[in-house]
Antibody, heavy 118, light 106 residues
């Protein structure tokens, strides 16, 4: 059974960079038909698609966030990561990682709450 | 970017009722639409892909329809465990935008 787990600091200071890692277990990150994505959800609000990465390193980013995000894949560790720079309080959210295929996001991590505060 | 809207934003129904949620795209997305169920403090769960394909293990009381710009999610007989927020998502192109969600209560 495929499992995804987010990890990283739960508190980030304004103007700094948010960094999260998603570890994939129970399967390989090198499936050709999959993208590995990040989605966030501010407290009490809806879902926002952030971006995704293919195991080849090819990325797809939300244009609204593109100038601030980098998503990387580490095949040796079966992980992928998110970096979001210049954060503000508006970036406070639960951050989910997920596996994207031609049908949508079929596997999700449990989510990691990241608060932006001084 | 293509905008996604959902209606209603919330609804309350009785056990056994038929419930319909609508999702609309501002431009045509063929059938590249997914539906998710999110229960409080949980990650979303994929229910339906390609507008109408039920995912394995999802109860048959859930169904989806539509193509182009207008889509519906139907729960044929609402059960207590269906209390959740439901989101649609387009996945034809970037950004893979979600709808704002529909909260379903009993």
């Amino acid at each position: 059974q495929l499992q995804l787990q987010e990890s990283g600091p739960g508190l980030v200071r304004p103007s700094e960079t948010l960094s999260l890692t998603c570890t994939v277990s129970g399967g390989s990150i090198t499936g050709t038909t999959y993208y590995w994505g990040w989605i966030r959800q501010p407290p009490g609000k809806g879902l926002e698609w952030i971006g995704a990465v293919h195991y080849s390193g090819s990325t797809q980013y939300n244009p609204a966030l593109k100038s601030r995000i980098i998503i990387l894949v580490d095949r040796s560790k079966n992980q992928f990561s998110l970096k979001l720079s210049s954060v503000t309080a508006a970036d406070t959210a639960v951050y989910f990682c997920g596996r994207e295929n031609v049908a949508g996001i079929d596997y999700w991590g449990q989510g990691a709450l990241v608060a932006v505060s001084s | 970017d293509v905008q996604m809207t959902q209606s209603p934003s919330s609804l309350s129904a009785s056990v056994g009722d038929r419930v319909t949620i609508t999702c609309r795209a501002s431009l045509g997305i063929n059938n590249y639409l997914a539906w998710y169920q999110q229960k409080p403090a949980n990650a979303p769960k994929l229910l339906i892909s390609a507008a109408s394909t039920l995912q394995s293990g999802v109860p048959s009381r859930f169904s989806g329809s539509g193509s182009g710009t207008d889509f519906t999610l139907t729960i044929s007989s609402l059960q207590p465990e269906d209390v959740a927020t439901y989101y649609c998502q387009k996945y034809d192109s970037v950004p893979r935008t979600f709808g704002p969600g529909t909260k379903v209560d009993i």
